[in-house]
């Protein structure tokens, strides 16, 4: 017997059957069978069920259709295959997978993008109702009803009252009820509606959007040009209980004769005050009109009493309307001033009532404040600035000494001090710059600089006494500057008798009154009979000991300078400043000059021109040829 090899085949070769054999080919099965391999070799081994695609094999060995939800593409197979999840088939004995359509589970449906959405309020979906259900979209519930929620999963679900926009259900009986008034609802299915702003309402039942609703009033305003609420004006109301639109009305005007007692009045029975007009006011205790009583006046309707003309003006008649019927009438000591009563200002009286203007007083006099009624009040006597009114006398003195006053009309008791550390050299100062510095004794006020300078030597100054730095008498020197008093002249000037005089440019020694020494640096001394050598000033000195002429006092330059010869005068002395002059009378007919920056000369003195040191100048109006000093006269 020889062997076939073939492929599962519904054939068979039975090379015993009879002779050569061998070389027949395969046999068929019989029909509806087929072997349960390959190289069957008889008949007998056709004993399966032959079941074709979308068939199975079952376990009586007889073809099965493969179920909804199965598919089956291979014949002579024992399963079916299953579709996959939320998959299935339309019909049994599906052959492909591609019969395997997805679907949704009960109250979800497919959407464009084959993803399973709930069902909308409203819509039910039930798988179970058939079998190609699944495939379906979801159902409409009845007509006036409505699932309670999405993804409603069959027509049980559908029990909830349809209501539609404008009304609500109420959830207790589930029956639809229109929005009430100043309520509206713009959808469908709603358990409540929505509520209008504040001061809005609907005018009918049902609204279904915000644009019903309309603006109103409280009982007591009204809508103005501008769609904002105003309180009805005295004399009107509005009721919004007298019907069902009076809320939308405007206010109502109040029967002839009578008004409201305020605004927003809010009904017809507030209408019970007087109404009067203009030039009248209302009489609280029996509700009557009365005219306004002279000096009074009411430009408006309506009030309760007249206003009062302003002070000094009055009415000629009663009922008056106006203020400009209020004319002015201003009483002794007012005058008229731009329409109104004002008080005499100081210096002027009135003594007629009328609206007349005030007198002055007579020159040089006064009253005391202002509102004055009669010219006896002028009986204070006005002081010029640099005086003061003595009480005592009614008479003007002069401001002493650290005092000033800068006032006109004055009538103080008392002029002002100077400030702390300052003083006046005169009576009657009439202004601060005159209070100067309060310079101590042995010192005098220099008005150029404004300082206090030491009195020269030969001058003396006790500040309880002078003014200013006083010449001592003659014959005698102080020995210093800063003198105090006069006892402070105390050097007798030798004459010309006299021996053991230096020579020029020598002082006595200090300590040994027979001995000369020259004169140290910065010193001079062009006298012989003077006893110590003068210094050359602020920032002047000489350039050896033993100076005889200030001329040889030469500009101190700071280390590293030197003075410049465009700017010097006999090679010493640069003309940068002017210098003054003071002289010093120590004898008749001779006078020792002391230049010194800066100074000028005592009252009643005057100096030369012509005759300072080479580098120095004076003021040419202030001098005259020689050096004696002309002696003050008064």
Known sequence: MTTVYRAREVTTKDNTALPNQEFNRCTACPVNFVTPGERANSSAECS?????????INSNNSCQVCDIGQYQPDRWQTLCRSCGAQETTLQTGS?????????????????????????????????????????????????DFITNTLAGPNISACNIKNCSAGSYRDTLTNNCTLCPLGRYQPQKWQTMCESCDPGYTTTALGAINEAQCTKYCESGSELDGSGNCVGCEQGYYKDNTAGPDYKFNRCTLCPVDFITAATNATSAGLCNVANCSAGYYREVSNNSCVACAIGYYQPQKWQT???QCPTDKTTENLASTDLAQ????????????????QLCPVGKYKVEYMASSCTPCPDNYTTTGQGSVAAANCSVVMCHPGFYRDSNTETCMHCPRGQYQNQTAFMGGAC????PGRTTLILGADEEEDCILDCPSGQEYNSQLK??????????????????????PIQFLTAGTGTTSMEGCNLVYMSMSSTGNCSLGQQRVPSNRSVCEPCPVG???PNPKRETCMGCGPNKTTENTGTVEISRCITDCPSGYQISASNATDGYTPLTAPVVTRLVLVMPLMAILLCYIPA???????????????????????????YTPVLYSS
């Open 48 to 56: 399966i069920a032959n079941c074709s695609a979308g068939s199975f």
């Open 416 to 419: 002002t001090a100077c400030p």
């Open 326 to 341: 209020c004319l002015l009438r201003c009483p002794p000591g007012k005058e008229d001033v731009g329409g109104t009563c």
């Open 305 to 307: 009493q007249c206003e």
């Open 451 to 472: 300082r206090c300078d030491d009195c020269a030597i030969g001058y003396y100054r006790n500040k309880t006494v002078e003014d200013s730095c006083q010449m001592c």
């Open 95 to 143: 052959t492909d997978i591609a019969q395997c359509l997805k679907y949704c589970p009960h109250g979800y449906e497919l959407n464009a993008t084959k993803s399973c959405i709930p069902c909308p309020q409203g819509y039910y979906k039930d798988n179970d109702a058939a079998p190609s259900y699944k495939f379906n979209q979801c159902t409409m519930c009845p007509i």
């Open 600 to 626: 000028d000369c005592p009252s009643g003195y005057q100096i030369s021109a012509t005759d300072c040191p080479s580098g120095y100048q004076i003021s040419a109006s202030n001098a005259t040829d020689g």
């Open 523 to 525: 010193t001079y001394q």
